[in-house]
């Protein structure tokens, strides 16, 4: 068995001193290995542009599988990662292999841990199939490759999934039961929802926190600011007077405004469709002024703040309204709202991932992490929907009906077959893999990710390893100044 690494790098020391590490990490990972015949190739591009992670995959896929070279498998990496537990994740397969499952930062890591550790981790979303993917050579070139468009970090990796599935590749197909949930429905005019006043709710922006809302709207509003600025607006849940929280704009995008103790705005959007629902959360980090939007588990953007959030004091918290006692900008939601939870912590995009996927109960269970409010909407009294944290943190309903529907579909859904490799990572797992990868970062990449998901086989076909372009600068059996034989370094003008 013939196995290549092909790692993308640039011309940088700090890079070098990666390769080091990962060279002779692998050299003693795999020094049992005596029936693996494999390298590392490092594909050093020299452009003076972000990575082009695909481009360079595609480069050294095609230097290894030559008829003088022929390597049967590919393993394609990130030259950060370092597998620490042999699961055997290298053997032989005869499908798309995702192996990067658990991952653990340095200052994490210890030598007393044992692959038991990770049992119950969870992949970072659940089509995730970057960092370490292994697929047979002939596989590869059926698909044509990794996309060439990609330059800078994100969707590169979701973009070779999508190749996977429109090729008919394997995939681990996952099943789905209908989900239901209890919501209050809201008339856009009269009905909103407030909790209760106490030290908890009051002091809610004072630390750490985060907020978790589904919800639907019925219609995006339809009146333009300028006309009526009671109308041109959904509030989902705010602290009024200066509104810091989430909202539904008149220009079809979920928004989240955040006001500083100097009453300057911060806000980010992402747009949005009428009567489907969706899963927002709002997590804010005190200690380094960070508020960060996910919707569907997935980062939108973390604003980095200059100042706290404003001192808002005893205002109330607000379920679909901006302030039913003012004149201007009530803003009444029209739509459904369900499931309410809210955490007095900062949650990391993983945190947020499980929560999205496994829903408040089951993600409580598994992570330990108690919401100090959850609003199910299953069970009251009269006009009060209870906390059922037992934080007596109720939500006073008016003029809202409570209903019972379906919130997804039963669904059949592929994601990536996977090993359970264990990967100690050189930096920051969520900031890189998660942080980065966000529409509002690399709103171009996204867009080439959706033109293949819309467009298929056609699109795939005219872009991959049939019309890959580079220039060879040189190649040499080097890293750092050590000369080996198990890697391989690339300079190449993209």
């Not at 970057?130 to 059926?142: T, V």
Request: hydrophobic content about 35%; some cysteine; overall charge neutral.
């Amino acid at each position: 068995m013939k196995l290549a690494f092909i790692i993308p790098t640039n011309k940088s020391k700090e890079e070098e001193s990666l390769r080091e590490k990962l060279f002779f990490h692998m050299e003693y990972f795999l020094k049992d290995k005596e029936k693996l015949d494999w390298k590392l190739f490092f594909i050093e591009q020299l452009t003076k542009k972000p990575l082009n992670w695909g481009k360079c995959f595609n480069i050294g896929a095609k230097f290894v599988t030559t008829d003088e070279e022929f390597y049967n498998y590919l393993v394609f990496q990130d030259i950060r990662l370092h597998p620490v537990f042999d699961n055997n994740i290298y053997n032989p397969i005869d499908k798309p292999m995702h192996l990067g499952y658990s991952y653990i930062g340095e200052e994490e890591y210890s030598e007393d841990l044992s692959s038991e550790d990770f049992i119950n981790d969870q992949p970072l979303y659940q089509t995730f199939a970057g960092g370490s993917i292994m697929i047979p050579s002939n596989l590869f070139k059926l698909m044509n490759g990794f996309s060439n468009k990609y330059w800078g970090y994100g969707f590169h990796d979701d973009d070779f999934f999508e190749r996977i599935k429109i090729f008919n590749l394997p995939t681990d197909v996952k099943y789905t039961k209908d989900t239901e949930l209890n919501y209050i429905k809201l008339n856009g005019q009269t009905s909103y929802a407030q909790f209760t006043e106490n030290e908890v709710i009051d002091g809610l922006f004072e630390d750490d926190f985060t907020i978790n809302v589904k919800f639907k709207v019925d219609r995006i509003p339809s009146f333009d600011v300028s006309k009526d600025n009671n109308r041109c607006e959904y509030q989902l849940i705010c602290k009024p007077g200066f509104h810091s929280g989430i909202s539904i704009t008149n220009n079809s995008t979920l928004k989240l405004n955040v006001f500083d103790s100097k009453d300057e705005l911060e806000s980010t959007e992402i747009r949005i469709q009428p009567k489907i629902w969706y899963d927002v959360n709002w997590s804010y980090d005190r200690d380094n002024l960070l508020s960060s939007f996910y919707v569907n588990g997935r980062l939108i953007r973390s604003i980095k703040m200059k100042n706290p959030i404003k001192n808002y004091d005893k205002c109330p918290l607000y379920v679909g309204v901006g302030n039913p006692k003012g004149k201007q900008w009530r803003s009444y939601y029209e739509g459904n709202i369900s499931t309410i939870s809210i955490y007095k912590k900062y949650m990391d995009a993983l945190e947020i991932d499980q929560l999205f996927n496994y829903g408040v109960e089951s993600f409580t269970k598994t992570r330990g992490i108690l919401p100090i409010t959850y609003i199910p909407f299953k069970s009251g009294y009269k006009n009060m929907s209870f906390d059922m944290s037992k934080n007596l943190n109720h939500l006073q309903l008016i003029q809202c009906d409570i209903l019972t529907g379906v919130l997804k579909k039963a669904t059949i859904k592929s994601t990536p077959y996977r090993k359970h490799g264990i990967f100690r990572y050189n930096g920051n797992i969520m900031s890189d893999y998660i942080g980065k990868k966000s529409y509002t970062n690399n709103k171009n990449n996204y867009k080439i990710l959706t033109e293949t998901v819309n467009g298929g086989e056609p699109v795939v076909k005219s872009d991959g390893l049939n019309n890959l372009r580079f220039r060879l600068f040189k190649r040499f059996q080097t890293v750092g100044n050590i000369s080996l034989d198990k890697a391989e370094i690339l300079s190449v003008q993209l």
